[in-house]
């Protein structure tokens, strides 16, 4: 560890993220909500203590080292989700306390887009605003952790795209040009930004909300200024935008990235992730609009437009961005749990989009066929091929590693949510929806986390944190091995 | 394959079970209670069927291969399952159907010992006593299978044991000295199954039940001649006497087999599973009773007894014995879920108790912990390593394979449940408890399995199977690449 590269990027990433208070604090003044003065607040409060740590260290020319990044990334998200909790907390007017607003912004920053609100139709704009916003800057984030940081990191195998990237990856320094490929990622990330919002507004919405729908349908994060989510614009075409730009989210930004830069769709064409993520896809909407159909028909009913109910909550679900239209969670049973474990598989590698990742399921299913051939043929050599290539032996090691991880979790978590006195179901989905950075869970907690105490609404902090950072990122620093010299 | 030397298998493995027909039919005709020309036609049925297989190969001196020892593996479990359901299908005194009847054969040939029988006291006594010798059979197989054909097979990581097996493991002919191994296994079970009835018997139990309770303590099954299974004896001497004899029948028989061929207590007290065993008991023991006690307190109730339905519900789930005492399924919610996640990890390698076994988690466990080194340090060579010893890369690969696999089978046995109309703590636990060949499990299936449909039978059947026989085992059968010539 270089306490000073780690103390002076810390400050710097307060600093910058103090800026981030002046657009809400805009909406507050031009819609007189009264929620100036805590966004103004915590803008200067933030501003002042990243100074202090900047300071006295600025002049630190020492690079930051591998072990270091950790560190960074782990503060990332847990210092700026405790950070993003201020205006809220600072706002009387929002009467929750300090666990809600971190549980809130960690959700925000997570992209996980879980919620202790009810009543957001009638909140003050700006916080409404506010939300969006927090959820679009963590896509941001992950954006850069996932392709240019994770894999330097070596985190869960994902330096199976090492070779391919274009980044600083084979280098040992962590800072000299990862400003140049985010930048370029931030770009198309914006850039789909803006045309998400554009297509939203065409199709009918507010320019307000197509603006605010853009920000969290770019990041999967799954916020909504309504309570009936994307329910509240009962229109199909929405919808069918929305999962246009939902699945180009899950896909690897490393992908747009090459495509943007070469203009050519080869990239896409050539990626064995995606054509398995949109192989599932088109199974898990099949299986959902048979399970729905053969529903409405044994109970005599006639739901009003299966078909984009079934498309849009697949999708929803798959790229883990969390937007509800129907009442999934009323569905018969079959269906919420088929909906939830897609989700925990999530979307593809480098993309907002959150669960174990397609790239890792389809690693585990070609050992698990290599595994059989070795029963059968003991003696013979056969590699692990993603494509055309062969996998490295340790990166498949990280893989298991990983996925391990994720169970053992899993596991260990829903334990914890059902010694707090959760129910089996409650307890369940929302481990599974906040390790995957879902949002939407089923039993207590199928519409909001409202009428959860404050132990679970920790727990859930800690699952989408963890999740987010793909668990040993944040796994690392609790080791003693990390600290040691 | 060759398909002669199966068939003489078979015939003989057909013509041997008949013979176990036997003694349940001379409990009829003692008992008077008209089921004994059930068993006769059974034993006569499969008799004739055995000797049809058997008589056109007999001269045949061709030697089983690995590959036909997946087949006839499989085929032991699968055609004994259909085979033992006869006498309970021909005996119209008890009625149920075919599927009902396989399911309680599976179940016990499998030491699952989930049932759908209800009113098990007043059924007639040779019924009563086959189930307990089914399960006492099927547990004599498994010593076999998991000491001497398993790790020969390099099913799951248990070709760990390869090297200080004392049998025919490096051998690629399969039957030279599997009877002399399994010779000797058979009397340590004998044994133990003799000392743990008499044991009981001085407890106060009936003599008949004593032998009943140690034919299904011993092969870890947990069926029971009573409906209220060991809470029926209301002992806690008798409970203790149970707890003693699950775990040593929990424990690794290779370990049995050489402190009794070399008179020491040191193969057992050298080996790291036992150790990871009976800590994991330990822990979850500490954790339940504390439960137990805050839930008192919390609910001003004085549960008669407290600590020995603690200690006799964590051994018999985490041994997978999945004997009852208490009504575990109304304590707090979290303490269920915690016994069927112990008995998922089940008990230790080489023994009657099902899961994913202790050393495979240890194994796990391990890994997990290199590959957070391997992140600090990037560049060090560090082996995995179980005591002392280093393991096997490819063993490594197998034990991941096969953790994957039955996540994977345990996501879609759930879902098929689910889709077939049960609810999610029912599916959950169903699947959880069949997959670990557990027997008890939640919801509608808390007490036994006679409320849910054939469909959910059947795929209990699959579960219990599947978990008996290492997924593996029956997988392979099912690629195209193990018919390929
Ligand atoms: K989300
Ligand atoms: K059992």
Chains 1, 2 share one sequence.
């Not at 853009?214 to 916020?223: D, E, L, Q």
Request: neutral net charge; aromatic residues 12%; charged residues 10%.
């Amino acid at each position: 560890m270089h306490p000073d590269a780690v103390q002076r990027v810390l400050g710097v990433l307060l600093m910058v993220f103090s800026v981030t208070m002046l657009p809400p604090a805009l909406v507050a003044v031009v819609a007189a909500d009264g929620v100036a003065e805590a966004f103004l607040m915590t803008f200067v409060l933030l501003l002042v203590l990243g100074g202090l740590l900047w300071l006295p260290v600025r002049q630190s020319r020492r690079e930051l080292r591998i072990r270091d990044g950790f560190f960074v990334v782990a503060m990332f998200w847990v210092v700026l989700g405790a950070a993003g909790s201020l205006p809220l907390v600072i706002q009387n007017a929002v009467p929750f306390g300090f666990v809600d607003a971190l549980f809130e912004s960690v959700s925000g920053l997570t992209t996980t887009g879980a919620t202790v609100l009810t009543g957001i139709d009638s909140l003050p704009l700006s916080i409404r605003y506010y939300r969006q916003q927090l959820q679009w800057l963590g896509g941001m984030g992950i954006i850069v952790l996932a392709v240019a940081i994770l894999p330097m990191l070596g985190i869960g195998g994902m330096q199976l795209y090492r070779a391919e990237l274009p980044g600083p990856v084979k280098d040992a320094k962590l800072t000299p040009r990862i400003a140049e490929t985010a930048k370029a990622l931030w770009y198309i990330y914006l850039g789909l930004t803006v045309v998400c919002a554009l297509a939203y507004w065409a199709a009918g919405m507010g320019a307000f909300d197509a603006v605010m729908h853009a920000f969290t349908t770019i990041a999967t994060g799954g916020f909504s200024t309504h309570d009936a989510s994307m329910g509240y614009f009962d229109s199909a075409l929405i919808e069918m935008i929305a999962v246009v730009f939902m699945i180009i989210s899950a896909l690897n930004y490393s992908l747009h990235f090459m495509a943007w830069r070469w203009r050519s769709t080869e990239p896409w064409r050539s990626d064995p992730e995606l054509v398995a993520f949109l192989t599932v896809l088109g199974i898990v909407i099949a299986l959902v609009l048979g399970g729905l159909l053969i529903y409405q028909a044994a109970h005599s009913l006639l739901l009003d437009e299966t078909w984009h109910h079934a498309i849009f909550q697949v999708v929803s679900f798959a790229t883990t961005t969390g937007y509800t239209t129907a009442s999934y969670y009323v569905w018969p049973a079959f269906l919420p749990v088929l909906l939830l474990f897609v989700a925990v598989v999530g979307g593809c590698a480098n993309s907002t989009s959150g669960g174990l990742k397609v790239v890792r399921i389809l690693l585990l299913w070609r050992q698990g066929g290599r595994e059989i051939l070795r029963l059968i043929h003991p003696q013979a050599q056969i590699p692990v091929k993603i494509g055309d290539r062969p996998v490295n032996e340790r990166v498949i090691d990280a893989v298991w590693g990983f996925f391990a991880a994720y169970v053992l979790l899993f596991v260990l978590l829903m334990l914890v949510m059902l010694a707090m006195g959760l129910d089996q179901i409650t307890a369940f989905s929302a481990v599974a929806s906040g390790l995957a950075n879902l949002g939407p869970a089923l039993g207590d907690v199928a519409a909001n986390f409202a009428s959860v105490g404050a132990g679970p609404k920790l727990v859930m902090c800690v699952a989408m944190l963890m999740g987010r950072l793909e668990i040993f990122t944040l796994l690392v620093l609790f080791t003693p091995a990390f600290w040691r010299r």
